[in-house]
């Protein structure tokens, strides 16, 4: 078991109705030295996969013996979760664009300056968790600086970014914290998401996600045998051009789609008439991401993501 389980809140600035802008982080410390593991989720409010899984982590965690501490941030953009969407309805921007942040700025530079004094300068390890929104579903790992953490999540589909290749690489992420200044080990995860039942993503969080301590030494345990692996370099996020129904007609995430397939279509709601087919952009790609339902869209959200097999390794 854990010597002590701690809350911490610490204010980074009053509300317009009075109440107090916290973190909301558990703090687990072990009976033994080690690392600080940090294992955060909810950084867009419409990707509550992550947090659903760092309650079932906590659950499992509290009665686990361990080595250091874990700091579990299960909601690291309450005012965006509070009301399901991917920004805050303040200011309306993408809180992981804005690190490492600005105390005197707009509320979600402000938040993103707490995090990075009260939680990212104080982990030695980095567990992201994300997942696909509440309307598409997605299913990789990236490869950043540790290779071994991030294949231990046990997922088939990891992407390494490369430079001068497509991807998805943004700045002022949290990465340009933990990563491009602090240099600790990092593993970001995208599972899930969609208008359909979590539980198994969240099991797959969950499981991989202790494995991954296993291998780091933090919880005891045998660490698993990773299941056959692809990496890919490149991949391509593709938004529909029109709004309406978007009808999926893709192979599942982590399948083969090749040139001449369709990666699905756009149907207006209201005359019945295709507005758009959506190809898919490689001779021979993977599914990485899409909408598992027919949903409705506006043009330019989000739609599929493939990954590029051409040059892709094990």
Known sequence: MVKSINQLRPKFTTNADGSDAVLFVHELVGEEDGPTIGISASIHGNE??????????????????LKGRILLLPVANPSAFAVNERFATIDKVDLNRQFPGSPKGTYSQQLAHALTEHYFNVIDMHIDLHSGTDRPTVDYVYIWNDEQLSRAFGSKLLYRPVENKQGTVFGGTTKSVTLDKRNIPVSVI????????????????VDGVLNMLRTKGVIPGTPWENPKQIVVTELAGIRPSQGGWLEPLCPANGEVIKAGQLLGRVVSPYNFEVLEEIPTPFANGVMIMQHLTRNLVQSGDYGFMVGNLEGATD
């Open 190 to 205: 995208e599972l899930g998401g969609g208008i359909l039942d979590q539980t198994p993503y969240i099991k797959r969080t």
């Open 48 to 65: 509550n996969t992550g947090s659903q899984a760092i309650l079932e982590l906590y659950r499992i965690l509290k009665d686990t013996p």
